[in-house]
């Protein structure tokens, strides 16, 4: 495995040149559920928020990878970002974009993981009281994490959705500003900046993979990536055990699932949001799910073949390319995004499919 890729060293400068480069455009989706679409002027403005905030994760190449899958592939390393995930980038825009007023009577979200430590380390960035409320069950790790980082944490319920409901009545209750971890505009035009760093570093690139839970980074990814180049094909990877997003683009709108065959965090979701679910229906070109048991043997793959530490929920792109999922040219010029690195130690424990 080596750093770099096609364009590399061209912006790292806190990614002005990215961004002065680009044209002001909207990309052309396909014909699919109405609702919000970003132009390029909106991710580069969002861009401007996040770069001087944020690592400028490098593009790795992976001969490995590529020869299993007989694509050419690069791995776009979110796990390198502050907090270990590219979850920091979506806060740090929402943030930039509230008033004064806002800002003052501070932010509150509900995660157990890596949006929590997103919140909490954009709030910090701008001097923001941050709470976070997480479920009573949470890990002590991931907790103690987010308190060190500066956020105040509330512990609440034993799901997500518990823990949620005391999120939302202490915004009504605190007059805090409430940041969904992956249904909000600014949020998602922040995840975008994934996509402009993207297009930069590897601007040969013919097909992103991305992995999802809620869709917001696939949302923001999809949409700058084609609003640069609209040749370019997405790819989203679910679990088979909570299909969402895939299950709500094949009925024309959300849905909520049933029942959760999926123990991966960050893809445990039962519904994806409005907005999400709108942008993938017309910017993503396919969604392909598998098991949980070969997500994990990606993770112990890329641990074995790449001497990478990848989190569960961000392993499914690289699943589905060792799994012949994804059905493309011999060679087509591939980007696995890497969301994150913040694998359980526990979990890790339990890897044990091979």
């Given amino acids: 495995m080596s ?16 961004v002065a480069a680009m044209a002001c455009s909207v990309a052309a989706p396909r014909p699919g559920i109405p609702g919000l679409t970003l132009t390029r002027a909106d991710f580069e403005a969002a861009y401007r928020n996040v770069a001087p905030h944020i690592c400028r994760t490098p593009m790795l190449t992976s001969r490995s990878l590529s020869e299993v899958s007989g694509l050419d592939v690069r791995l776009k390393a979110e796990l390198f970002q502050r907090g270990g995930s590219y979850k920091v980038r979506g806060p740090l825009n929402k943030i930039a974009r509230l008033t004064e007023a806002e800002r003052a009577r501070g932010v509150i979200c509900s995660s ?30 991931k907790v103690a994490a987010t308190e060190g980082y500066g956020a105040r944490v509330v512990l609440h319920g034993r799901i997500w959705d518990e823990a949620n409901e005391k999120a939302l009545e202490l915004v009504q209750k605190e007059g805090l500003t409430y940041i969904h971890p992956f249904d909000d505009p600014d949020l998602i035009a922040g995840q975008g900046s994934v996509g402009l760093e993207i297009m930069e570093q590897f601007p040969e690139v013919e097909m992103v993979v991305v992995p999802i839970g809620g869709g917001g980074l696939i ?5 700058a990536v084609k609003s640069i180049d609209p040749g370019v094909r997405v790819v989203g990877v679910e679990s088979s055990g909570a299909p969402a997003m895939k299950r709500s683009v094949e009925a024309g709108g959300c849905i909520v699932l049933e029942e959760m065959g999926c123990i991966i965090d960050g893809l445990r979701v039962l519904r994806v949001g409005d907005n999400t679910c709108s942008i993938v229906s017309r910017f993503v070109d396919e969604i392909v799910t598998l098991p949980d048991e070969q997500i994990f043997d990606a993770v112990l793959w890329m641990m074995t073949r790449t001497k990478l530490v990848t989190e569960g929920a961000a392993a499914p792109p690289v699943g589905a390319l060792l799994q012949g999922l994804v059905d493309a040219p011999h060679g087509t010029k591939t980007v696995c995004v890497l ?13 044990s499919w091979n």
Avoid: C, P, W
């Fill in 219 to 223: 949302s923001g990814i999809s949409m």
């Fill in 339 to 351: 969301s994150g690195g913040n694998l359980d130690v526990e979990q890790l424990r339990g890897l």
């Fill in 112 to 141: 157990a993981g890596n949006h929590a430590q997103g919140v909490a380390i954009a709030a910090r960035h701008y001097g923001v009281q941050a709470v976070v409320v997480m479920a009573e069950n949470a890990t002590r790790s």
């Fill in 3 to 18: 750093g770099g890729g096609a364009g590399e060293g061209r912006a790292e400068a806190g990614g002005a040149e990215v």
